[in-house]
């Protein structure tokens, strides 16, 4: 054989054998930091609706959050299948806030529905203003979600957002640390004009970080600017709090867990996860997924052992549930593992996922311990998200895309089996079934 033939023989097998490989860190050189973002002040009417998103209240309804200067505001929602012709209205709510020197603006939460699956909606905050669309989700597969934690607001922030607006997605998943206001309240308010453009058309159901506790003992308690601003569906699923909850969309049951607030086995929260779970049907909801804000499963140097007591409490509950993936952030880097439980890889726990990499100001978690633990499958220190495409009641496509020069580059991929098409579920033992009764 030829040399040069030899050698284009050679470099294809080692071609094969890198993509192949069971566990992989990238050597992937990342571009510079980027500077945080700038918002020059661009005055708007008091009545003007801002700040516009959208979460699940149960099912078939939306709620729609908006803040608004003016106090005396109303909290209405006008809504329809055409364009400027409104069929329905639905009165909301309002709240506001106080923080030292800061006033918040009134901030209304408007549920709507019931409203079709898979269907277009034109909407106007407060009977004034611009009009606004969203998209309800599919009742059935497929349902794509995308996936970006620890976002902030800075350029990487801004390219990440631009490329999950290029994402066919249906629902956006994000499992804490969202503006890095970290007191200063006014940034709360940039965040949400930021993301308004996505997060006004597609459900955004987040959970908290650290960023969100805000808290100074004795002064002010946590989680006030992110309780007030954020209300996600706690009452609907049963929770006391808005920290913790669940959702049902096309075929998933997902669960948002809280990392800090208590999760002993004392708890609220612990006791409301363990109702949750037993209440899962597998017919209706054949995917199971968590998320919470610190990793459980984490070979970055950053942040080590600082979800163990939480996964000591609750990992039990979620093996014997039987759940497919976990999302967690905080990590400002890109890990995926094999199915994990225990500390080792089991093929009847969940795929951990952590991608606290969405482009927060504080940069990225560069250095990794090695060896490379037996169950992290793929791991790179670099800004970007994910997508899932959960394609039938069996399988599920999850793709990882890094943020390479304003180019979203798919950087790891894998197909997921879930575990109601395995035995894991049939096997778990009686022991395992009382955990949860």
Not at 12 to 21: D, I, K, S
Not at 42 to 48: E, I, L, R, T
């Amino acid at each position: 054989m030829e040399p040069k033939l030899i050698m284009m023989v050679l470099l294809v097998v080692l071609a094969l054998v890198t993509a192949t490989a069971t566990t992989t860190t990238s050597e992937y050189i990342r571009p510079p930091p980027r500077k945080i973002l700038q918002f020059p002040w661009n005055p708007k009417p008091s009545s003007h609706p801002q700040q516009v998103h959208i979460s699940f209240a149960g099912d078939k309804h939306i709620r729609v959050t908006w803040v608004t200067n003016d106090k005396s505001s109303s909290s209405i929602v006008e809504y329809g299948i055409s364009t400027k012709n409104y069929s329905s209205k639905a009165q909301g709510e309002s709240t506001s806030y106080s923080y030292f020197l800061y006033s918040s603006g009134k901030i209304h939460h408007t549920v709507i529905g019931p409203l079709e699956d898979d269907t277009l909606y034109f909407y106007r905050c407060g009977g004034e203003g611009t009009e606004f669309q969203l998209k309800t989700p599919p009742s059935q597969f497929p349902i794509t979600f995308a996936v970006a934690g620890d976002l902030g607001q800075t350029e990487w922030t801004k390219s990440t957002l631009d490329h999950i607006e290029q994402c066919k997605y249906d629902v956006h998943l994000l499992p804490g640390d969202l503006s890095y206001a970290d007191y200063m309240q006014h940034k709360w308010d940039t965040f949400g004009d930021l993301v308004q453009p996505l997060a006004s058309s597609r459900p955004w159901m987040v959970t908290q970080g650290n960023h969100e506790k805000e808290n100074i003992p004795i002064l002010k308690d946590g989680f006030v600017s992110y309780n007030s601003r954020w209300k996600m569906p706690y009452e609907e699923s049963g929770s006391s709090s808005n920290l913790y909850y669940s959702f049902d969309v096309a075929g998933v049951h997902a669960i948002m867990l809280g990392s800090y607030t208590d999760y002993d086995k004392y708890s609220d929260q612990y006791k409301w996860l363990k109702a949750d779970l037993s209440e899962v049907d597998r017919e209706r909801t054949p995917w199971l997924l968590v998320l919470f804000h610190v990793p459980w499963y984490n070979s970055n140097n950053a942040h080590q052992g600082e979800g163990d007591d939480m996964m000591a409490a609750m990992e039990p509950l979620l093996y014997a549930a039987g759940v497919d993936i976990v999302l967690a952030g905080h990590v400002h880097a890109y890990e995926r593992s094999k199915r994990v439980y225990n500390g080792k890889s089991d093929p009847c726990g969940a795929f951990h996922i952590t991608i606290g990499d969405g482009g927060n100001r504080e940069g990225l978690a560069h250095k990794y311990r090695e060896p490379q633990p037996e169950w992290s499958n793929f791991r790179e220190a670099s800004f970007g998200h994910g997508e899932l495409k959960i394609v039938n009641s069996t399988h599920a496509f999850w793709s990882w895309h890094r943020n390479d020069d304003d180019e979203q580059v798919r950087s790891d991929q894998v197909w997921i089996t879930s575990l109601i098409g395995s035995q894991c579920l049939a096997e778990k033992s009686r022991e395992q079934r009382k955990i949860l009764n």
